[in-house]
T-cell receptor, first 111, second 114 residues
Framework: KNEVEQSPQNLTAQEGEFITINCSYS?????LHWLQQHPGGGIVSLFM???GKKKHGRLIATINIQEKHSSLHITASHPRDSAVYIC?????????????FGEGTQLTVNP | DAGVTQSPTHLIKTRGQHVTLRCSPI?????VSWYQQVLGQGPQFIFQ???????GRGNFPDRFSARQFPNYSSELNVNALLLGDSALYLC?????????????FGEGSWLTVV
């Protein structure tokens, strides 16, 4: 079992729909990251969370430390949101900024 | 300011050859980490360097090595390439060693071993 599990693996939505991507982890963490990866390979950091909720534009990220679960929500989805969304955690017992990644959720938003 | 830059962007090597991948961090970023991402999977940690010293190593064979230069740029070297080394190699940088600040990724180097 992976230490970081994401669901769903693939998600197809129509433009305008509300989207939720889930991340569960089985280790103690000091921070959780939501990242976006486009087909070219580059990764962009969307959020870094250690508790509660953060919002940036149409994106909202929440984390429940007790339940070891985080969600990424996209409101009013748009075709340009199509990408792979990756959850990554900073484990408590590792030093520095080493991250452990989930396998990603491929999101396709159709017009 | 330029973002994290990696070179080359794409390369093809033959089994048994050696490859060097390069990463230039954002100005002021002293921490550089390397990750390997095999198609369809999440990235796997290879190395972290901070202030020119190795500060972490993932579960990769000794064929993988890296170093960081005085200007904080970094090289990842892979010897005796295997087909399974075909992957996207990502460089990630941040200002400090600790995890308290935003991490920035490069566009990656796509390595194909034939």
């Amino acid at each position: 079992k992976n230490e970081v599990e994401q669901s769903p693996q693939n998600l197809t939505a129509q433009e305008g729909e509300f989207i939720t991507i889930n991340c569960s982890y089985s280790v103690g963490i000091s921070a959780l990251h939501w990242l976006q990866q486009h087909p070219g390979g580059g990764i962009v950091s969307l959020f870094m969370l250690s508790s509660g909720k953060k919002k940036h534009g149409r994106l909202i990220a929440t984390i429940n430390i007790q339940e070891k679960h985080s969600s990424l929500h996209i409101t009013a989805s748009h075709p340009r949101d199509s990408a792979v969304y990756i959850c990554a955690v900073k484990r408590v017992e590792t030093s520095g900024s080493r991250l452990t990644f989930g396998e990603g959720t491929q999101l396709t938003v159709n017009p | 300011d330029a973002g994290v830059t990696q070179s080359p962007t794409h390369l093809i090597k033959t089994r048994g050859q050696h490859v060097t991948l390069r990463c230039s961090p954002i100005s002021g970023h002293k921490s550089v980490s390397w990750y390997q991402q095999v198609l369809g999977q999440g990235p796997q940690f290879i190395f972290q360097y901070y202030e020119k010293e190795e500060r972490g190593r993932g579960n990769f064979p000794d064929r993988f090595s890296a170093r960081q230069f005085p200007n904080y740029s970094s090289e990842l070297n892979v010897n005796a390439l295997l087909l399974g080394d075909s992957a996207l190699y990502l460089c990630a940088t941040r200002e400090s060693f600790s995890s308290g600040n935003t991490i920035y990724f490069g566009e990656g180097s796509w390595l194909t071993v034939v």
